[in-house]
């Protein structure tokens, strides 16, 4: 059964790869005419895999990047929201909460845009990184934000009694018990 559920899915796309383009919004599954689907001429691909190997290498990059620089902004400010005493707390939260409301993908577009042509970011790694790391640590920060709360606060108390500082507390205690929500 769970076979099946692997492989109907994936004989449904290989089908539809086979699919003209009217046939595949019709509502029969076999294909009234067949089509050459582009892998079939896969030689071609060997002559470029030096080229699309350099793609699959800057998306692996970007995508480590992105990964790294949003997770490491989320823990911090999701620990700092909940377990540092700081000025303005409600309204970080708030201005956090309220900007994932905003289609900010579309809106912000060409003030992105503006923004990295004056840093020179154009065509360069980091400046797909940045705004793909501007653009989601919102709702990481949020999320990081809940698991923090999910650890008790007396755990945090004491290792303050003990001497630790909020680095060390962080690194320490609080990462092992959140690593599930890192991930």
């Known amino acids: ?25 019709q509502r029969y599954i076999w294909p009234k005419h067949f089509v ?14 030096d080229v699309i190997l350099g793609y ?3 998306s692996l990059i970007v ?12 823990v911090l400010a999701g620990y700092a929201l909940v377990h540092l005493r700081m000025p303005g707390k409600r309204l970080v939260i708030g201005i956090l909460v309220a900007s994932t409301f905003f289609p900010t993908r579309v809106t912000a577009l060409i003030g992105i845009y503006q923004m990295q042509d004056d840093l020179g970011l154009i065509n360069k790694t980091w400046g797909l ?11 990481s920060v949020f999320i990081m934000r809940g698991v923090f709360q999910t650890v008790p ?29 890192i991930v």
């Open 1 to 25: 059964s769970s076979c099946l559920a692997i492989l109907l899915p994936f004989a449904w796309i290989l089908l539809m790869s086979f699919k003209s383009a009217p046939d595949t919004v």
């Open 36 to 49: 050459s689907p582009w892998y079939v001429n896969y030689e071609s691909v060997f002559r470029r895999h």
């Open 56 to 58: 699959l290498e800057r």
């Open 63 to 74: 995508t480590a990047g992105t990964v790294l620089l949003t997770t490491t902004a989320a």
């Open 129 to 139: 990184m940045l705004p793909y790391t501007a653009l989601t640590v919102a709702i």
């Open 153 to 181: 606060r007396d755990l945090m108390d004491s290792s303050r009694i003990d001497g630790a500082s909020s680095l060390r507390a962080l690194t320490g205690i609080m990462l092992p018990l959140v690593r599930n929500g």
